[in-house]
């Protein structure tokens, strides 16, 4: 059998599950977490001279000859870490389905593994954090995520550094063995060679049979393991229903999984089920930072509503500290969308795109961060990522859903004049017959509205129900 009939096998639609719940959560949480400075790349470019984290890392710890990243292991206590509290903050932020990141780039295996003598129950924390999370989530009916960038292994230690502890053979077990410079480069001319798409297969292998996630999601640079092994673990994965893996640009062919655009978004909705991958922290970062920033409640909500209005999910990273613990700001934006998700979520949770998915002056174009993005990454001297940013949207933008005979209009904030102007439901419009609107939160009320050859003009209170955005039902 081809390769190519290979992939043909392992076709797979996402489950029903997945597409009714629209928004997930995910944890960057490793020994990146201890220093906390500039983002979770610490642990490759602190090995690079002229980097800034590397000058950062010399003058807080020393020499990578003296301290390498290995010695950040013990100051990962993990002494706060409780997957009940975990799970609670998954809850009441109205995800569906999360989970910490299973292995970043870094070797450092975040469950008990017996694959991997590196991992958070031997060293750190000295706990099983993807498996007590995994029980402590499925409790609360929580669909379970495991999340693995460890392709990103080959090569990311390789320092410029000639006396760097990452070239001491004995060091070998932490930072794998020492390969030539370039392959750090996304695209490396040396691809990973039997053993290592081997450990990479062994890793993945071992979390499904251990913990079964639901969902998992690969990160980008998935595409240098070998395509045989790549299929070897759909193959294994894909043995249990009602699972999915998502993945970015080209790592494996359409329709293998749910395509991921990371910090993305697309102008127009999209035939099949698609993922963004984003964050809430507001620095340029996936773990915690030294004074971190985060984004506003209403920015993430308004982002959920475009993705969702075009058929995609929402994964949503935020990183808690060295000891597990989240920083309440943190805790208190994801509250946040969750109270607007338990007024709004019937236009959210289950379902789909309606015939026209959005409204309004405020432009929105294809983007993600992409392979150009990330080689500038990679390039940068100082260890820097750009961004994928979204506009701000006003009263005069709205996004569609529907579920059933109800089709949802979703406006992105309250007009001054305490009137809605939908173009879309005109006379003669998308909506050709309309007998009853209301506004969720707002007691199940009835509004007035006039609907012209212009526009559905929708009257409604006097005050604002709620913040954010407000979601109307159209019957």
């Known amino acids: 059998m081809n390769e190519k009939s290979n992939w043909d096998n392992l076709q797979r639609e996402a489950p029903d599950w997945y597409r009714d719940a629209k928004f997930g959560l995910f944890f960057h949480w490793g020994p990146y977490s201890v220093p906390a400075y500039k983002n979770e790349w610490y642990s490759r470019n602190m090995y690079a001279k002229k980097n800034s984290i590397n000058r950062y890392h010399t003058e807080t710890y020393g020499k990578v000859s003296e301290f390498g990243y290995k010695d950040f292991y013990p100051m990962m206590t993990g002494a706060k870490f409780d997957p009940e509290q975990w799970a609670e903050l998954v809850e009441r932020s109205g995800a569906k389905f999360a989970g910490p990141v299973t292995e970043h780039a870094d070797n450092f295996s975040m469950w008990d593994s017996k694959v991997n003598p590196v991992n958070a129950k031997q060293y750190g924390p000295k706990r099983d954090v993807v498996g007590e999370c995994a029980e402590a989530f499925r409790k609360r009916g929580i669909k379970f995520l495991a999340t693995f960038h460890h392709q ?36 490396p001319y040396r691809m990973p060679d039997a053993e290592f798409n081997a450990s990479w297969l062994a890793k993945v292998n071992e979390v499904v049979d251990l913990y079964q996630p639901d969902v998992i999601y690969f990160d980008s640079r998935t595409c240098i393991i070998d395509a045989h092994t790549r299929q070897a673990m759909a193959r294994h994965f894909y043995e249990r229903p009602d699972t999915i893996l998502t993945y970015k640009q080209e790592d494996f062919p359409e329709g293998v999984g749910v395509y ?16 963004t991958d984003d964050r809430l ?65 019937e236009a959210i949770y289950g379902t789909r795109p309606f015939s026209v998915a959005s409204e309004g002056p405020t432009q929105v174009s294809d983007a993600d961060y992409n392979i150009e993005m990330v080689n500038a990454q990679l390039e940068n001297t100082q260890g820097e990522a750009g961004d994928v940013s979204l506009g701000a949207f006003t009263a005069k933008d709205f996004r569609f ?12 904030g309250w007009p001054a004049d305490n009137r809605l102007r939908i173009k879309t439901f005109r006379t003669g419009g998308a909506l050709p017959s309309i007998h009853r609107i209301t506004l969720l939160g707002a007691d199940n ?26 979601a109307l039902r159209l019957e």
């Open 401 to 412: 859903t529907q579920k059933g005979d109800c089709v949802y209009a979703i406006a992105m």
């Open 152 to 187: 990103w292994l080959w090569g990311w230690f390789m320092s410029t550094d000639p006396d760097a502890d990452v070239y001491v053979p004995e060091n070998e077990r932490y930072y794998g063995k020492a390969l030539p410079l370039e392959t750090n480069r996304y695209l």
């Open 260 to 275: 991921d655009i990371e910090c993305g978004r697309f102008e127009e909705a999209k035939a099949a089920p698609w993922q």
């Open 281 to 345: 922290e507001d620095n340029v970062t996936w773990c915690m930072v030294q004074n971190p920033r985060y984004k506003s409640a209403t920015r993430i909500i308004h982002q959920l509503c475009d993705i969702v209005a075009k058929n995609g999910n929402l994964l949503l990273n935020v990183g808690p500290y060295a000891d597990g613990s989240f920083h309440p700001d943190a805790v208190r934006t994801l509250g946040e969308i969750g109270d607007w998700l338990r007024v709004n979520g």
């Open 445 to 470: 009320m009835a509004l007035s509205y006039t609907q012209t050859e212009e526009a559905l003009c929708i009257d409604l209170p006097k005050q604002p129900c709620g913040a954010h955005a407000f």
